[in-house]
Nanobody
Framework: VQLQASGGGFVQAGGSLRLSCAAS????????MGWYRQAPGKQRAVVAL???????NYADSVKGRFTISRDNAKNTVYLQMNSLKPEDTNVYYC?????????WGQGTQVTVSS
């Protein structure tokens, strides 16, 4: 399984970005797709998770601003980020967890200016 993330970039505070992550290969019918972020010198932290049953889980810092969704037909997970803040500046990683395995995409940089 390979994951290809896209959609990062530079935006001013209050702006929006949408990240996409397309998976190639068999990811299983039951899985969890998600987004994490990591700042330099810090541990990777969960941003949002979405199960194949539709259950979502968000980090407290992004609740009400970020929305995770998936298109099963395209094997793609999205992260809509609104009302972005400078503290959202990070490298964002997508991931899929299925059958005891985990798969990670390459990071995509999100930079929010004040």
């Amino acid at each position: 399984v390979q994951l290809q993330a896209s959609g990062g970039g530079f935006v001013q505070a209050g702006g929006s970005l949408r990240l996409s992550c397309a998976a190639s290969g068999s990811t299983g019918s039951t899985n969890v797709m998600g987004w994490y972020r990591q700042a330099p010198g810090k541990q990777r932290a969960v941003v949002a998770l979405l199960t194949s049953a539709g259950t979502t889980n968000y980090a407290d810092s992004v609740k009400g601003r970020f929305t995770i969704s998936r298109d099963n037909a395209k094997n793609t997970v999205y992260l809509q980020m609104n009302s972005l803040k400078p503290e959202d500046t990070n490298v964002y990683y997508c991931a899929i967890f299925s059958g005891g395995s985990s798969y990670w995409g390459q990071g995509t940089q999100v930079t929010v200016s004040s």
